[in-house]
T-cell receptor
């Protein structure tokens, strides 16, 4: 069965304290792994797409990496405005629809 | 471009009532989908469409109907609302139809409460 597991469920950081969020997945025929950011009361906002193991993408303080079994979202020197829930999703399987994890809620304190 | 728009933003229904959640996109995207988001659970796919006139079921389709008469619009109908359908509903769209390697872009959501 295709599935996505994100850890930790919640993460509290001090401003400037770097860390990583994990997304492990099981899917037949991966066609892409997606990271989204979701602020309270809003829809998910697209961050990155990764297609193959070894691929990395960066945007400001965020860097996403991909292996054959998991992806990491590294946050370097986070700021309070990085506080949000980060969602991971994979596209694969026979229908090719997105399968989402439950998300990691990140809180960055000043 | 407005992107993906959804109406209404909030809705309260009584058990047994019916209603339609509206979704529209102005990006000429072929693929559109509906998700629901519940506390402690990931986004779950309700229905999707790979183009006008074509729809299919997702993971949790029961109690919902969809149609796709135009490329722009993809309404979600609740036939007889139940408290279990209390949730936040998101519509999303992406450019491709069958290849589905494209990024999906989400609307702002509709918060539905069924009493």
């Amino acid at each position: 069965e295709d599935q996505v597991t994100q850890s930790p469920e919640a993460l509290r950081l001090q401003e400037g304290e770097s860390s990583s969020l994990n997304c492990s997945y099981t899917v037949s025929g991966l066609r892409g792994l997606f990271w989204y950011r979701q602020d309270p009361g809003k829809g998910p906002e697209f961050l990155f797409t990764l297609y193959s193991a070894g691929e990395e993408k960066e945007k400001e303080r965020l860097k996403a990496t991909l292996t054959k079994k998991e992806s990491f979202l590294h946050i370097t020197a986070p700021k309070p405005e990085d506080s949000a829930t980060y969602l991971c999703a994979v596209r694969g399987g026979s229908q090719g629809n997105l399968i989402f994890g439950k998300g990691t809620k990140l809180s960055v304190k000043p | 471009n407005a992107g993906v728009t959804q109406t209404p933003k909030f809705q309260v229904l009584k058990t047994g009532q019916s209603m339609t959640l509206q979704c529209a996109q102005d990006m000429n995207h072929e693929y559109m989908s509906w998700y629901r988001q519940d506390p402690g659970m990931g986004l779950r796919l309700i229905h999707y469409s790979v183009g006008a006139g074509i729809t299919d079921q997702g993971e949790v389709p029961n109690g919902y109907n969809v149609s796709r008469s135009t490329t722009e619009d993809f309404p979600l109908r609740l036939l007889s609302a139940a408290p279990s359908q209390t949730s936040v509903y998101f519509c999303a769209s992406s450019p491709a139809g069958t290849s589905r390697t494209d990024t999906q872009y989400f609307g702002p959501g509709t918060r539905l409460t069924v009493l």
